[in-house]
C-alpha cells in the first residue's frame, strides 16, 4: 500500500536530488524566471567564482520592476533603472538565455508572461527572486521567490539547498457570490489567518470554488499566498488548467503534449492525503474586501469600518493599529464608503491579466460616467504586451480612456514604483496590487488594496462602493 | 561568507511587529546592481525626515530623532531585537544586505517571514529565533540599562545575557556548519555536481518537453 501523498510532496519528492542528514535537500530546478532587480548581483557572482550558467535553457529573463509605461521608445532616462534593464539584456544575450526585452511586444511582468507563453507548466519546480512567484503555483507546479544568493546558486548549480515545508490545505466550499472574486477570496483567508499564517508551510487551495476558479483567478490566490506567509501556493491540476495551457508557444506540441499530459494528470493530492493543518473557508460568505491598514491583514468588507485600536486587546495588535491609521490617515470608525480617493492602480502581478481589464471595464462601462472629479490620476498598466493587444481588440482601452483614465505599457508600475509611476506623499490609492505596506507605492503614499471592479467603482465614485449594488 | 561564531554586541530594540522588507530597504536602493553600499539607506524612510535617494550625502540629511537607530545610546549595537513575523514581504536580498552592512551580526525575534528568514544565512547574518516571553524579557532589560549586551555563542546555540541566563536557539546542522566556517553554498553544492548531472539526464529523458529549446 503507498501512502497517498499531497501535491507538494509529490512536487518536493520527485525533484529532490541529495539529502543531508538534517533534511536539508539539494532540489532541482526546472524553470528559473530572472529580473533586472535580484539578479545582477547574482550574474556577477557568477563571473567571479570563475563558474558557468549551468542550464540556460531553464531560464527565461524579463524585465519588468524598472521599464516605464509610456515614451518607452525613447528608452528609459534615469540612468540607475536604465543600468539594471541594460545589465540584464547583456547577461541573458552572453548567457544564450530566452529574454523578452522592454520593447518585445510579449514584454510584460514575469509572473504573467511565465504563465501565457506556456514557460509554467504542472509539476515543475519554478524560481525567481521576487516573492510573488507563487503566482506560479496554480499550474499544480512547486513555484516560490528566492532571494539575490539563491538566484545564483541556481544559475550555478540548477539546484537550491532548501528543507520541506509543513503543508496546509485551505478547502474552499460553496460559490463565490457575485461581485467577489479570487482577489476578494485571498483578502478574506490573509485577514483570517494573518500574514504569518502561513510561515512554514506550502499551501494548497482546493474545494469546489477553487475547482470554479478560471486559471488567472487561481494566479491571483496563488500570488499572494506569499501575503499569508506562506513562499508557495498551489491548486491542482484539472480541465481548467489543461485547456488553458492547450497551444500556448512553449508548450509541447503533439506526442510530446500527450506524454506529458499523462504526467500533469497525476499532479493533484490523493485521496486521503494528510496535511499538516486544514483550514476551511465558506466562499459564500465572502464579501468584497477594502484593506484600510499597512498590512494585507488589515482588511475589512466593503460593508465594514476603520477599526478602533482602543477596541483591540492584544497590546502589539493595539500598537500596530495606532500606527497604521496614523499613517494612513484615518480616524476609528470610519465607514469604509466614506474614504475619499485620489488615485487608482489597476494593474500588478496580482491583477494584471485580460479578465481583470474585462471585469473593471465592465464596471466603468456600466457606470458610464467619467472619473470622479477627486480623482487625480487613474493609471491601467496590462500585465504584457499580449495583455494589452487583446484588451484592444475588445475596445477596453477606449472604455477606460473615454472615462478618463490613462491606458498605459506593462510592467510592475505602480505596485512598487520602482518606475516614475507612483503616489506622491499622503495620497491615497485604491490599488489592484498586493502590498499595503508604508511607502510601498511611493514615499508616505496610503494603499487601499482591492480588486479589478472594486478599483473601476471607486475611480467613478470617487470613494469605495459596493460593487454588488451598482445598478 | 564572514564566518560566524561567537559575537557579543549591544542590542538596538525595533519594537514593532510585521516590520517589512520594504520598510528595512525602500525599493529606490534596489535599482543598484551591487551588493554594497545599502548600510546607510537601512530603514531610510523612518530614519531621515526627508525623503532618500540613491546617491545622496546621507550624512547630510535631517535624522529622525525618534528612530531608535538614531538614539544615541544605541549607537554601536551590532544585534537586533525585533517583533513577530520580521522581515515579511518581498524577497530582496538587499535587506539582510542593509542591516549587515549598517552593522548588525544578527537579529533576534519570536518569529521571521521565510524568504528573509532563509537569505540571512546566505550572508553570515544570523537570525534568531527566541519565545516570545525571551524576547519580552531582552526588550525589558535592554530599555532598562544602557549599552545593554548579548553573547551569541553559535557552537553552544545559546544566547547569553548579563544577568546569566541563556537562551537555547534551534538552527539546522547545515546551516550552522556553513555559518561556522563561512563557507560558500554553491562550494559545498557542487561537490554533489555528478549527482545533479545524473538526476538531470534523467528526468530529461523521462520528460522530455522539459528539454525543449527555448528560442525567442
Known amino acids: ?471 | 561568507m564572514d564566518k560566524f561564531v561567537v559575537h557579543t554586541g549591544m542590542v538596538m530594540p525595533l519594537d514593532r511587529e510585521n516590520v517589512d522588507t520594504d520598510a528595512i530597504i525602500p525599493k529606490q536602493f534596489l535599482k543598484s546592481i551591487k551588493r554594497t553600499g545599502f548600510g546607510d539607506n537601512l530603514f531610510d524612510e523612518w530614519r531621515y525626515l526627508d525623503h532618500g535617494e540613491p546617491g545622496q550625502d546621507c550624512a547630510t540629511r535631517p535624522i529622525n530623532p525618534d528612530f531608535v537607530l538614531n538614539q544615541p545610546r544605541y549607537r554601536g549595537a551590532s544585534v537586533l531585537l525585533a517583533r513577530k513575523n520580521f522581515g515579511c514581504g518581498s524577497s530582496r536580498e538587499h535587506a539582510p544586505w542593509a542591516l549587515q552592512q549598517y552593522g548588525f551580526r544578527a537579529v533576534i525575534a519570536p518569529s521571521f517571514a521565510d524568504i528573509f528568514f532563509n537569505n540571512c544565512y546566505k550572508n553570515g547574518f544570523l537570525p534568531i529565533v527566541l519565545t516570545e516571553q525571551q524576547v519580552d524579557h531582552l526588550f525589558n532589560e535592554t530599555l532598562a540599562f544602557n549599552g545593554y549586551q548579548v553573547t551569541i555563542d553559535l557552537e553552544a546555540q545559546v544566547v547569553r545575557t548579563p544577568d546569566a541566563r541563556e537562551y537555547a536557539f534551534e538552527i539546522s546542522g547545515f546551516r550552522k556548519y556553513c555559518m561556522i566556517n563561512g563557507y560558500d553554498d554553491i562550494g559545498l553544492t557542487l561537490a554533489h555536481a555528478d549527482k545533479i548531472k545524473a538526476f538531470e539526464a534523467e528526468r530529461l529523458t523521462k520528460q522530455p518537453w522539459l528539454n525543449h529549446r527555448l528560442v525567442g
Open chain 1, 1 to 471: 500500500m503507498i501512502t497517498p501523498q499531497t501535491l507538494y510532496e509529490k512536487l518536493w519528492n520527485s525533484h529532490v536530488v541529495h539529502l543531508e542528514d538534517d533534511g536539508t535537500a539539494v532540489l532541482y530546478i526546472d524553470r528559473h524566471f530572472l529580473n533586472e532587480v535580484s539578479s545582477p548581483q547574482a550574474f556577477e557572482g557568477v563571473r567571479l567564482a570563475g563558474r558557468a550558467v549551468w542550464r540556460a535553457q531553464s531560464a527565461v529573463g524579463v524585465s519588468d520592476h524598472n521599464v516605464p509605461t509610456t515614451g518607452r521608445r525613447e528608452g528609459i532616462s534615469d540612468p540607475t533603472s536604465r543600468l539594471q534593464v541594460e545589465t540584464l539584456d547583456e547577461n541573458c544575450d552572453s548567457n544564450q538565455i530566452l529574454q523578452f526585452k522592454m520593447n518585445d511586444f510579449r514584454q510584460g511582468i514575469e509572473h504573467v508572461v511565465g504563465p501565457e507563453q506556456g514557460l509554467s507548466l504542472p509539476g515543475m519546480t519554478i524560481v525567481c527572486g521576487d516573492s510573488h512567484t507563487s503566482t506560479h503555483g496554480a499550474f499544480g507546479a512547486l513555484a516560490f521567490g528566492i532571494g539575490t544568493s539563491e538566484v545564483e546558486h541556481v544559475l550555478a548549480t540548477q539546484t537550491l539547498l532548501q528543507k520541506q515545508s509543513k503543508t496546509m490545505q485551505i478547502w474552499v466550499d460553496g460559490v463565490l457570490p457575485t461581485g467577489c472574486t479570487a482577489k476578494d477570496l485571498v483578502l478574506a483567508i490573509i485577514g483570517k489567518i494573518g500574514t504569518a499564517g502561513g510561515t512554514g508551510y506550502a499551501i494548497e487551495y482546493a474545494g469546489p470554488a477553487i475547482r470554479a476558479l478560471s486559471m488567472e483567478g487561481r494566479m491571483t490566490l496563488c500570488n499572494m499566498t506569499i501575503e499569508a506567509g506562506a513562499r508557495a501556493g498551489m491548486v491542482a491540476v484539472d480541465d481548467t488548467t489543461i485547456a488553458y495551457l492547450q497551444d500556448l508557444p512553449y508548450v509541447p506540441q503533439g506526442a510530446a503534449w500527450d506524454q506529458a499530459l499523462a504526467y500533469w494528470r497525476t499532479m493533484q493530492s490523493d485521496v486521503g492525503a494528510r496535511f499538516d493543518t486544514v483550514i476551511e473557508i465558506d466562499a459564500a460568505k465572502v464579501e468584497p474586501q477594502v484593506s484600510w491598514g499597512t498590512s494585507p491583514e488589515m482588511v475589512t468588507t466593503i460593508d465594514g469600518c476603520v477599526p478602533d485600536p482602543r477596541a483591540e486587546t492584544d497590546p502589539g495588535r493595539r500598537e500596530a493599529h495606532t500606527r497604521a491609521l496614523h499613517y494612513m490617515g484615518l480616524e476609528p470608525n470610519t465607514p469604509i464608503k466614506e474614504i475619499l480617493l485620489d488615485k487608482i492602480f489597476i494593474g500588478s502581478c496580482t491583477n494584471s491579466r485580460i479578465e481583470d481589464l474585462r471585469s473593471a471595464a465592465g464596471v466603468v462601462s456600466r457606470l458610464g460616467r467619467k472619473l470622479a472629479p477627486n480623482i487625480k490620476l487613474a493609471l491601467v498598466v496590462p500585465g504584457s504586451g499580449l495583455v494589452k493587444a487583446q484588451a484592444e481588440r475588445e475596445g477596453l482601452d477606449k472604455i477606460f480612456l473615454n472615462a478618463g483614465f490613462e491606458w498605459r505599457d506593462a510592467g510592475c508600475s505602480m505596485c512598487m514604483a520602482m518606475n516614475a509611476d507612483r503616489l506622491e506623499p499622503g495620497e491615497r490609492c485604491a490599488s489592484t496590487s498586493n502590498r499595503n505596506f508604508e511607502g510601498r507605492q511611493g514615499a508616505g503614499g496610503r494603499t487601499h488594496l482591492v480588486s479589478p471592479a472594486m478599483a473601476a467603482a471607486a475611480a467613478i465614485e470617487g470613494h469605495f462602493v459596493d460593487i454588488r449594488k451598482l445598478s
